[in-house]
């Protein structure tokens, strides 16, 4: 069975990211590692509402409160930025580059209202991988997020392509394989690489709070990729794999229970 998915972007307005801070009034809200680091999330104006414009800030610190400016490179990229709204129905996926401070400034339109969750993927110099979490409400009218009823393994229908998903069970990891198709079901073997691989994948818990990153794998199939994945814990779980084909990164989003 095909499972068509109406999938909507976070709109982001391009405004640059800059090194200044804004004026201290603002919400503010702090995600922490159980290492040594922080994540403080600043917007401006106080009262953030959808469809108007607001300045956010992103500010990465280390246990003594210094700025973390330096950062290996993985997956081509110093940070990932994973952008969505409780009910996970909004998602965006972006690359901010730090200033010389650590700090991200840049300028975001929220198509709705509702709680949104900024997970920041990164691995300091010389350190290893961490994720933190901050989150920011928005103010206005935000519809309800379609409910998170498994729907793969099995056939995902987006308006640009068809995937045939799969999820197996190892000893301590998942792995989870997307066998891409066009619309005609015919097997694509034009896909580019994204990320210094043949796609990415990232999972979050049904509360939008748990990250779950996923390493790419070889798939069986010329047409079918796969990544590797440790889930926390049994739950429903939404992911996204983004892949790429004629310069365009095209989201294939599931739905599925972990046990």
């Known amino acids: 069975m ?23 009034t603002g919400y503010s809200s702090q995600g922490f590692d159980t290492g040594a680091f922080h994540l403080t999330l600043t917007a401006a104006p106080e009262v953030v509402e959808a469809g108007q414009q607001v300045e956010v800030t992103l500010q990465l610190t280390d246990a003594y409160g210094a700025p973390v400016t330096a950062f290996e490179i993985v997956r081509g990229k110093k940070l990932h ?26 300028g975001m339109t929220f198509p709705e209202g509702g709680t949104y969750f900024f997970h920041v993927e990164f691995t300091p110099r010389d350190g290893s991988g961490v994720t933190l979490m901050a989150e920011l409400h928005v103010e206005g009218v935000g519809s309800a997020a379609p409910p998170l ?12 392509m068809l995937a045939n998903v799969d999820v197996e069970a190892g000893l301590v990891t998942h792995r989870i394989s997307f066998a891409l198709m066009d619309l005609n079901e015919e097997p694509l073997t034009d896909m580019e690489p994204f990320l210094g691989a ?14 779950v990153p996923a ?8 047409n079918e990729v796969a990544f590797e ?9 939404k992911g996204w794999g983004e892949f790429q084909r004629a310069g365009t990164v095209l989201v294939v989003p599931v739905v599925m229970q972990i046990d």
């Open 81 to 106: 930025l994973t952008i969505v709204r409780e009910g996970l129905d909004k998602f965006t996926h972006t690359f901010p580059e730090p200033g010389p401070q650590g700090t991200m400034v840049t």
């Open 215 to 222: 390493e790419p794998v070889s798939g069986d199939k010329e």
């Open 229 to 237: 994945a440790r889930f926390p814990g049994p739950g429903i779980y």
């Open 2 to 24: 095909r499972h068509k998915y109406v999938f909507w972007l976070l709109l982001i307005l391009a405004c640059g990211w800059s090194t200044h801070l804004p004026a201290a």
């Open 149 to 160: 009823d498994p729907y793969v393994p099995g056939m995902v229908q987006t308006s640009e």
């Open 198 to 211: 043949k796609g990415h994948f990232i999972a979050l818990s049904a509360d939008g709070r748990q990250y």
